[in-house]
T-cell receptor, first 115, second 116 residues
Framework: EAQVTQNPRYLITVTGKKLTVTCSQNMNHEYMSWYRQDPGLGLRQIYYSMNVEVTDKGDVPEGYKVSRKEKRNFPLILESPSPNQTSLYFC??????????????FGPGTRLTVL | AQSVAQPEDQVNVAEGNPLTVKCTYSVSGNPYLFWYVQYPNRGLQFLLKYITGDNLVKGSYGFEAEFNKSQTSFHLKKPSALVSDSALYFCAVGDRLSGSARQLTFGSGTQLTVLP
């Protein structure tokens, strides 16, 4: 089944404890992206990647890191999480590099709480 | 800069009635426009998009949207609402002039509730 998977689905952690949220797609998609969803703010893009070893900042990259060493995986790293990073996170992918025109496929989401 | 507005946080409609979820946008060039739907505890799912061509776009589950350039709008519509349409709906816009390095901008979302 074609899908985007994220792990973990739920995570409660404490301030400053490094964490990684994994994202994997099995559709051989070029483009991958991370978003955070907050009430009243919709989805805001954190980072995106147009290809292996090619990543770039979105609208809200502060406090996050990403890597794209393999085409299928795009982990999101929080080196020192803070309470303002409590949010619902989505990974997405699309076949082509132009996210303006191509349909994105979203993972199920990771709900992160930072105490 | 590109932006998108969904002026209604919440829309309630009775089952069987027509529904409209509003979206307006602002871009420098011509827009690319999307609607996505999010059911509870799920990721977003693609509904429909306008890239070019016919202003009336038909999508999944009986939804359609009309691109109106003069009003800079892309409202989502369905002739007869179902209780199962209850979900959070997101409009998104991309700018044709910006080049592929610029991403989509999503609206804040509209919660649609269809009452039985």
């Amino acid at each position: 089944e074609a899908q985007v998977t994220q792990n973990p689905r739920y995570l409660i952690t404490v301030t400053g404890k490094k964490l990684t949220v994994t994202c994997s797609q099995n559709m051989n998609h070029e483009y991958m992206s991370w978003y955070r969803q907050d009430p009243g703010l919709g989805l805001r893009q954190i980072y995106y990647s147009m290809n292996v070893e090619v990543t770039d900042k979105g609208d809200v990259p502060e406090g996050y890191k990403v890597s794209r060493k393999e085409k299928r995986n795009f982990p999101l790293i929080l080196e020192s999480p803070s309470p303002n990073q409590t949010s619902l996170y989505f990974c997405a992918s699309s076949l082509t590099r132009d996210s303006r025109t191509d349909t994105q496929y979203f993972g199920p989401g990771t709900r992160l709480t930072v105490l | 800069a590109q932006s998108v507005a969904q002026p209604e946080d919440q829309v309630n409609v009775a089952e069987g009635n027509p529904l409209t979820v509003k979206c307006t946008y602002s871009v420098s060039g011509n827009p690319y426009l999307f609607w996505y739907v999010q059911y509870p505890n799920r990721g977003l799912q693609f509904l429909l998009k306008y890239i070019t061509g016919d202003n009336l776009v038909k999508g999944s589950y009986g939804f359609e949207a009309e691109f109106n350039k003069s009003q800079t709008s892309f409202h989502l519509k369905k002739p007869s609402a179902l209780v199962s349409d209850s979900a959070l709906y997101f409009c998104a816009v991309g700018d044709r002039l910006s080049g592929s390095a610029r991403q989509l901008t999503f609206g804040s979302g509209t919660q649609l509730t269809v009452l039985p």
